[in-house]
């Protein structure tokens, strides 16, 4: 089985002044990154921008792929959750599969959270494995 690494910049809405959740028509909210993406030859991370109150889904469906673990660097705006337990994630003990492949991130107003420093994005990393 492969593993895969995909990086994700999740950007808060005030980089991206153009963004507007009401404006965007539904293929413009679709954003498809190919699966030899997430190797180490990516050089950039994908940017997600997110406006307060909002959400967004990372689906890995058809792509194969089950994710395995996250990593969320600055979890002091943004919140995250999965289909399936995961590691990397608080879960209620109810883990009976470890399939998950959805991740959502939803925008929450600021926490200050103590050793972090304040910052209006973050590195989402994915690690999943090609079943």
């Known amino acids: 089985m492969l593993s895969r690494f995909f990086s994700i910049l999740i950007a808060s809405s005030f980089l991206l002044p153009s963004f507007s959740i009401e404006s965007a028509i539904a293929s ?11 190797s180490t030859k990516q050089l950039q991370p994908v ?12 689906n890995f469906t058809s792509s194969g792929e089950t994710i395995q673990k996250v990593w969320l660097d600055n979890p002091s705006f943004v919140t995250i959750d999965a289909d399936s337990c995961l590691d990397g994630l ?15 991130l939803r925008r929450i107003n600021d926490l200050s959270i103590p050793g972090l420093p304040k910052t209006n994005q973050s590195l989402l990393t ?6």
């Open 28 to 38: 413009d909210m679709v954003k498809t990154i190919p699966a030899h993406n997430g």
């Open 47 to 58: 940017q997600i921008p997110l406006a307060t109150g909002s959400g967004i889904s990372i």
């Open 90 to 104: 608080p879960s209620s003990g109810n883990c009976r599969s470890k399939d998950a492949s959805i991740i959502y």
């Open 126 to 131: 994915i690690v999943t494995e090609n079943q």
